[in-house]
């Protein structure tokens, strides 16, 4: 008696997550991330325009890749204008930038800044918020 319904329970599971597997594999969720993602993505890419917009002429432009684990967010900044910052001025522009660009994104976030024209690194972040000035 008990292992015919054992059995029976058996059947009734398999049956269940057959069905259950079939309505997965055929649902439109796929494609309602992939459409949240594009609009994701232009959210952020308008949030860092206004970054680069409100930066006073420092900021050339801004790159973002998502790697699946966090963002990369490549910061430009004009040769002239780094230049001219003192160390306390370029650790304080960092960290003033790099924050809002992290908080601006919905994961962890790691910030670098490049000269624009030479393309050399000259302050690079960590997912904590930590900068630390190269040049």
Do not use: C
Not at 43 to 54: H, P, S
Not at 83 to 98: L, P, R
């Amino acid at each position: 008696m008990i292992r015919k319904v054992l059995i029976n329970m058996a059947w009734v599971i398999a049956v269940v997550g057959v069905i259950y597997a079939f309505v997965w594999s055929t649902s439109a969720i796929p494609v309602i991330q992939e459409v949240g993602g594009a609009e994701i993505y232009e959210d952020i890419n308008a949030t860092l325009q206004g970054i680069v917009d409100n930066s006073d002429g420092v900021i050339a432009e801004m790159s973002s890749e998502h790697t699946g684990s966090y963002y990369q967010v490549d910061v430009f900044i004009f040769d002239t204008a780094w230049t001219g910052f003192s160390v306390s001025d370029k650790e304080s522009f960092a960290t003033k930038t790099g924050t809002e660009v992290q908080d601006a994104l919905p994961d962890s976030t790691i910030v670098s800044f490049y000269e624009m024209e030479s393309g050399i690194l000259v302050a690079d972040g960590d997912v904590f918020g930590e900068y630390t000035v190269i040049d």
